[in-house]
């Protein structure tokens, strides 16, 4: 079993940033692949950014590349999602996944909201 908790959401003005944390718990998090998905209303759950186990490898939607930033601290079991020059368009749901592997996801967090005003 693995517990994931997404904290860091809530409303920014266009241009802004946040910063989105997941804490895990349960399985080796150090071994999990771990990524960030985002679901806005009406709209599939897409894949923003994804990291190995290691962060030695990512990977980010085009939508996102050059704003958003992935990376983990496996002392802490903490990914991270730095989100910068916010647009209104990224307004959605962000949740969390773990998986054994990267690019496979088992676990889900319960999501954090994020709206970015214009």
């Known amino acids: 079993q693995v517990q994931l908790v997404e904290s860091g959401g809530g409303l920014v003005q266009a241009g802004g940033s946040l910063r989105l944390s997941c804490a895990a718990s349960?399985?080796?998090?150090?071994?999990?692949?771990m990524g960030w998905f985002r679901q806005a209303p009406g709209k599939e759950r897409d894949l923003v950014a994804s990291?190995?186990?290691?962060?030695?490898?990512?990977y980010y939607a085009d939508s996102v590349k050059g704003r958003f930033t992935i990376s983990r601290d496996n002392a802490k079991n903490t990914v991270y999602l730095q989100m910068n020059s916010l647009k209104p368009e990224d307004t959605a749901v962000y949740y969390c996944?773990?998986?054994?592997?990267?690019?496979?996801?088992?676990?889900w967090g319960q999501g954090t909201q994020v709206t970015v005003s214009s």
């Open positions: 996944a773990a998986g054994p592997v990267w690019g496979l996801y088992d676990y």
């Open positions: 349960g399985r080796t998090f150090s071994s999990s692949g």
């Open positions: 990291i190995n186990w290691s962060g030695g490898s990512t």
